[in-house]
């Protein structure tokens, strides 16, 4: 089985940045992709940006000239360097990490982090 633990999340004021780690314990099988979403209160869950564990990234256009997504497969982490934050950025973030289908015997997985709180100050 696999878990996932967030942290850095806090709050910053508006202009700000803040640094999101993810890591992920058990076993991963296969193609994947690790990723960031986010929910805002009275709002749907929403996918911030996302990479694959070819390396493979993309990103919703809101944050793609301001948010950075790596990940070490070696280590089994993603990481989210959030820089110019706005107040609408503010929502509980959650990692996911879920499989690419590539081997239809491989069983398919999407496992989720108990979530970050990110509040941005104007």
């Known amino acids: 089985q696999v878990e996932l633990v967030e942290s850095g999340g806090g709050l910053v004021k508006s202009g700000g940045s803040l640094r999101l780690s993810c890591e992920a314990s058990g076993r991963i099988f296969g193609a994947n992709e690790m990723g960031w979403y986010r929910q805002a209160p009275g709002k749907e869950r929403e996918l911030v940006a996302s990479?694959?564990?070819?390396?493979?990234?993309k990103y919703t256009d809101s944050v793609k000239d301001r948010f950075t997504i790596s990940r070490d497969n070696a280590k089994n982490t993603v990481n989210l360097q959030m820089n110019s934050l706005k107040p609408e950025d503010t929502a509980v973030y959650y990692c996911n990490l879920r499989n690419i289908k590539v081997v239809i015997k491989h069983p398919d997985y999407n496992y989720w982090g108990q979530g970050t709180q990110v509040t941005i100050s104007s």
């Open positions: 990479v694959t564990s070819r390396g493979r990234s």
